[in-house]
């Protein structure tokens, strides 16, 4: 006869193996589960010149559980003459990454782990800018500017596009902060105007066939946060 000790250890077995399976079941056998998605912190990055600026990682995994992560994550900027990351973080060791403001533009910034990837716009802005104008032309060919922090007043014909460059002054250098400033036309021009925004020198405003013959359309040109010109745009 099975003796009440024995059948006490083949129920504790049994128990055992079941939760075993219930857990293989419903876990993959305990695996760890896999991220599917990942942001970046802060997700609209801006250091100065000269600066640095630490971004970190956070991931959702399968389990829809989220954290921010501490290693594993490799770190890539498109463009490290504007904004250059600790070289370590490149090989996955790093969760969050220091990143060096070198020169005034934008870059876009990749984490990944695992199979997937964020990317974040990162804006490195010089100090201490004066004299912040809106041009026609290009950088060093400009045909006409606004007065620091004044405005530029610009007549384009309907259906066409002009290109204009933001410039200013820093430490008695002349920069060229077409790339790193925001184009906004006003809710007036909204529609009419188009200013791609694009990270690129001269930025390219085009006069869509919707606007209005001798309406003036106003394009608000935006360094950092505070340091503003208008360009006017009159279309003909």
């Avoid at 000269?50 to 921010?68: C, K």
Wanted: hydrophobic share 35%; proline share 4%.
């Amino acid at each position: 006869m099975v003796s009440t000790k024995h059948k006490l250890r083949l129920a504790g077995a049994f128990a055992a193996l079941a939760t075993l399976a219930l857990a293989v079941s419903c876990r993959g056998f305990f695996t760890n589960p896999t991220f599917t998605t990942l942001s970046i912190s802060p997700s609209a990055p801006s250091v100065q010149v000269g600066s640095s600026v630490t971004l970190s990682a956070f991931g959702i995994d399968s389990n829809n559980n989220g954290s921010t992560l501490t290693s594993g994550v490799s770190w890539s900027s498109a463009t490290p003459t504007v904004g250059q990351i600790d070289g370590s973080c490149a090989s996955g060791t790093c969760g969050a990454v220091t990143i060096q403001g070198v020169s005034a533009g934008t870059s876009i910034i990749t984490a990944g782990t695992q199979a997937v990837t964020a990317t974040a716009t990162l804006t490195v802005l010089l100090g201490n800018v004066t004299d912040f104008q809106v041009c026609a032309g290009t950088f060093g060919a400009t045909t006409s500017c606004s007065t620091p922090g004044g405005t530029l007043a610009s007549s384009v014909p309907i259906g066409t596009t002009e290109t204009y460059i933001a410039q200013g002054t820093s430490n008695g250098t002349l920069f060229d902060l077409t790339l790193a400033s925001t184009w906004t036309p006003s809710s007036a021009a909204s529609g009419v105007i188009s200013c791609i925004n694009s990270g690129a020198s001269p930025e390219s405003c085009t006069v869509e066939d919707g606007a209005v013959s001798g309406t003036v359309y106003p394009v608000t040109v935006t360094y950092g946060t505070d340091i503003v010109a208008t360009l006017n745009i009159t279309a003909q």
